[in-house]
T-cell receptor, first 111, second 115 residues
């Protein structure tokens, strides 16, 4: 089965710092890639997704992610984080009819 | 905004009780899923359904059962709750029939505590 690795479990940044969260999946074939965000007390929401085409995808709130097929990676980036970005971030891969999630990265942004 | 609902939001129950967690969606999605979410862990798929009368066990069936009698409704039942079932349960749905997009929409979750 597919597996998803998120390398950073807990990240603490100051406001305006740049963010990059790593995500790797275990094997290729046709996959769709997602980043979800879970703000404190809220449900999981889609941040961005990759299905095909341009490997650099832009999502909501200034987030973007780059799909690098040769590295099985889909890293999330934001050039300047805000306090309101404090949340849990999950990378997910759809392979076949199932979705596989990483363990999540907890991001804390200090004002 | 996704229209997927879960009830109850919080539940504290004693060991051995039978419980049903409700999940409904109004988007006409054919695929629905139940996940278990614990802090610091990946979401574990418990059950999924591709449509009415179609259900499959995921990696972690957790001694639970599901049914899919109507497209919009996908309840999860624990016949005999145990403390090991204490967790957050998330319901999700995806894919309108015939669509190419496969993103999932999540409900707010049910926080279950078994004492």
């Amino acid at each position: 089965a597919q597996s998803v690795s998120q390398h950073n479990h807990h990240v603490i940044l100051s406001e305006a710092a740049s963010l990059e969260l790593g995500c790797n999946y275990s094997y290729g074939g046709t996959v769709n890639l997602f980043w979800y965000v879970q703000y404190p007390g809220q449900h999981l929401q889609l941040l961005l997704k990759y299905f095909s085409g341009d490997p650099l995808v832009k999502g909501i709130k200034g987030f973007e992610a780059e799909f690098i097929k040769s590295k099985f990676s889909f890293n999330l980036r934001k050039p300047s984080v805000q306090w309101s970005d404090t949340a849990e971030y999950f990378c997910a891969v759809r392979s076949g009819n199932q979705f596989y999630f990483g363990t999540g990265t907890s991001l804390t942004v200090i004002p | 905004e996704a229209d997927i609902y879960q009830t109850p939001r919080y539940l504290v129950i004693g060991t051995g009780k039978k419980i049903t967690l409700e999940c409904s969606q109004t988007m006409g999605h054919d695929k629905m899923y139940w996940y278990q979410q614990d802090p610091g862990m990946e979401l574990h798929l418990i059950h999924y359904s591709y449509g009415v009368n179609s259900t499959e066990k995921g990696d972690l069936s957790s001694e639970s059962t599901v049914s899919r009698i109507r497209t919009e409704h996908f309840p999860l039942t624990l016949e005999s709750a145990r403390p090991s079932h204490t967790s957050q349960y998330l319901c999700a749905s995806s894919t309108p029939r015939g669509a190419l997009s496969y993103e999932q929409y999540f409900g707010p979750g049910t926080r279950l505590t078994v004492t």
